[in-house]
């Protein structure tokens, strides 16, 4: 992702524009080994009401998740990748309206809930924001998710 195109878009856009950033991941293994693939966005809705652009990629790396059902490692790595994303935006952010959504349930029997307070403190920490958690965090849970099947199918046609 090229943060200075995003940074230039985002300059060039009214104060109203509203800019989501998300994170989702997805598991994979590859010859016995685990990975992920970690896709981070940017969506930019210009003025809040007239469409919107979106930056994005897809990042793979070897995860170490001991227990399946409970992916803490995975799960914190989307929550750290938005959260660095936001960090080298920032100055572009300030004065915006600004929301960071990560891919976590609160239900108790979804396998997010084991990082999910942990994930909020961190974001709030560090960046200075509340996250937004499903069911409304549709920058992680649709327009991430989207994202990487479009990058995906751009790939295997290049």
Request: hydrophobic content about 35%; some cysteine.
């Amino acid at each position: 992702m090229d943060i200075r195109q995003i940074k230039d878009y985002i300059s060039s856009q009214p104060q109203t524009s509203k800019i989501y950033l998300g994170a989702d991941s997805e598991c994979l293994s590859l010859d016995g080994v685990d990975y992920a693939d970690y896709t981070i966005c940017v969506v930019i809705h210009i003025e809040g009401n007239h469409g919107g652009k979106v930056f994005g990629e897809v990042i793979r790396e070897r995860i170490y998740d001991k227990k399946k059902n409970k992916p803490a490692m995975r799960l914190m790595t989307e929550v750290f990748k938005v959260a660095e994303l936001f960090n080298e935006l920032s100055d572009v952010l300030e004065d915006r309206h600004v929301e960071v959504h990560l891919d976590l349930s609160h239900e108790e029997d979804k396998g997010s809930s084991c990082v999910v307070q942990q994930a909020i403190g961190y974001i709030r920490g560090t960046c200075n924001v509340t996250p937004i958690t499903k069911p409304n965090a549709w920058a992680a849970t649709g327009a991430a998710d989207r994202l990487k099947s479009i990058l995906s199918v751009q790939k295997k046609i290049a």
